[in-house]
């Protein structure tokens, strides 16, 4: 396919924790990548490239979330998250999301009547997370949902040991670094970006802050949490993509995985989100105004950039318990009782 440049400038695009008596109630799961019904349906089961942009991102969320949420700099297509949940779970199952920013994940899973428990460590973003879930009630959404606002890689710390084992499916995205390209405003000084950062720098506790070494550290932490929480087979869905730093490619796809391998969960599959439309055979591509603005500097001083169309989507499974020991390893090297 061939890419094609669709720029649209966009100017201006109380936490729940959740409780000790939690019962378990979600089934088990039956290691299955399912054929999607409904909206999904047009997708073949297995598919490995998922058509997620086929609108923009502003449509996406219009009127599905509150006006609040166009405001965090890295927010998941809802399209993706939504594709993940049809895909890799059925209604009555248990979704996770440990970095779950603006609730993107869990407004998904509830619309489509799972249920949803999402850890976020910026409050403004937990508020953000917990209107979206009360909005998305208001329309009708029939799963549960709510937000712990904490740490998320003191995960098992966070959540009620209840919940050990009792999560299909994980999805999440780790930060690409302490800013992104947020909104642009034109005014009479040339361009203003706004709405770029995940909090105003005076907390580095956010892993958006650490060099990649320490975000792949505290990222393997999140998803060892995780393995504790998923049941035996159930999977993890991480999107990342690489980007440049002083011009020299960052390969954070490749450390998900190795992060996640040294967490204890097993490679399954690699996909690719598409962030561009499908158009006649073509790929149009959605930049930001600073993606196109670095492509074209990049291309005017002969280096061969091009614009981003797609993130990775690294699927892991946590492997069933050893029917011997009933003990399955952590990223520690000890062991967690099953």
């Not at 405001?71 to 399209?79: E, F, G, I, Q, T």
């Not at 909090?199 to 393995?227: H, K």
Request: charged share 20%; hydrophobic share 40%; aromatic share 4%.
């Amino acid at each position: 396919m061939t890419a094609v440049a669709e720029h649209t400038p966009n100017p201006t695009e109380a936490n729940q924790p959740a409780e000790d008596n939690y019962h378990g109630r979600h089934r088990n799961y039956d290691g299955r990548h399912r054929d999607t019904t409904g909206r999904h349906a047009v997708e073949p089961d297995g598919l490995s490239v998922w058509a997620t942009a086929q609108q923009t991102g502003p449509v996406q969320r219009r009127g599905r979330y509150v006006p609040e949420s166009v405001k965090h700099p890295a927010r998941m297509l809802p399209a993706i998250a939504a594709h993940a949940v049809h895909a890799y779970t059925q209604p009555g199952d248990l979704v996770l999301d440990p970095m779950c920013g603006i609730g993107t994940t869990l407004v998904e899973a509830a619309h489509a009547g799972r249920d949803a428990i999402g850890v976020e460590y910026e409050p403004r973003w937990a508020n953000t997370a917990d209107a979206n879930i009360t909005h998305a009630h208001a329309q009708g959404a029939t799963g549960r949902a709510s937000v712990v606002r904490g740490d998320a890689t003191r995960l098992r710390s966070l959540l009620p040991a209840a919940l050990a084992e009792q999560v299909a499916l994980v999805v999440t995205s780790p930060p690409y670094g302490p800013t992104v390209h947020g909104l642009v405003r034109p005014g009479a000084d040339g361009v203003a970006k706004f709405d770029n950062a995940y909090n105003d720098g005076t907390d580095r506790g956010n892993l958006a802050y650490r060099d990649l070494t320490g975000l792949t550290d505290g990222f393997e932490q999140i998803l060892a949490g995780c393995a504790v929480l998923l049941r035996p087979g159930g999977t993890v869905v991480v999107t990342a993509r690489p980007w440049r730093k002083n011009g020299q490619l960052v390969d954070l796809p490749s450390a998900v995985i190795a992060a996640g391998v040294r967490a204890g969960l097993v490679p399954t599959e690699r996909c690719v989100a598409l962030l561009a439309a499908v158009r006649d055979g073509h790929l149009v591509a959605r930049p930001s105004f600073f993606q196109l603005q670095a492509v074209r500097k990049a291309r005017a001083g002969g280096t061969p950039l091009h614009l981003i169309t797609h993130e990775d989507v690294l699927i892991f499974r946590r492997p069933q318990t050893d029917s011997g020991s009933g003990i399955l390893n952590d990223a520690t090297g000890g062991g967690v009782v099953a």
